[in-house]
């Protein structure tokens, strides 16, 4: 009964209408399974920009600087020579500072 007072309104309107119009296009599952694929996506694109942006700030703020070394003031304890060879055997001692120019702390 419900069926033909709705193909009655139909025609009434010039518009006619069927089963298969009025079901839903896609299926529940088929809805689920492209949310899943647009959350992937989503979650693969917020990866990769966080990697680049990892790697951004790793390669400008924290970059690795070689430690500045100095020698402190030198003073030779011993010096030996032999005058008919060129060669020499000579001890020393000295203060080498270190400056760690980088973020973290360096462990000698």
């Not at 996506?41 to 070689?66: E, H, S």
């Amino acid at each position: 009964m419900v069926e033909k007072n709705q193909q009655t309104y139909a025609s009434a309107n010039g518009y006619s209408r069927n089963d298969q119009e009025s079901a839903p296009f896609q299926s529940d599952e088929e809805l689920k399974r492209q949310k899943r694929i647009k959350l992937f996506a989503y979650i693969g694109i917020f990866i990769v920009f966080q990697i680049i942006v990892m790697t951004v700030f790793g390669l400008t703020v924290m970059k690795v600087k070689t430690p500045k070394a100095r020698w402190g003031e030198i003073s030779v304890e011993t010096l030996n020579s032999v005058p008919a060879t060129p060669s020499f055997d000579a001890t020393f001692e000295t203060q080498i500072r270190i400056k760690n120019t980088n973020w973290g702390s360096l462990q000698i």
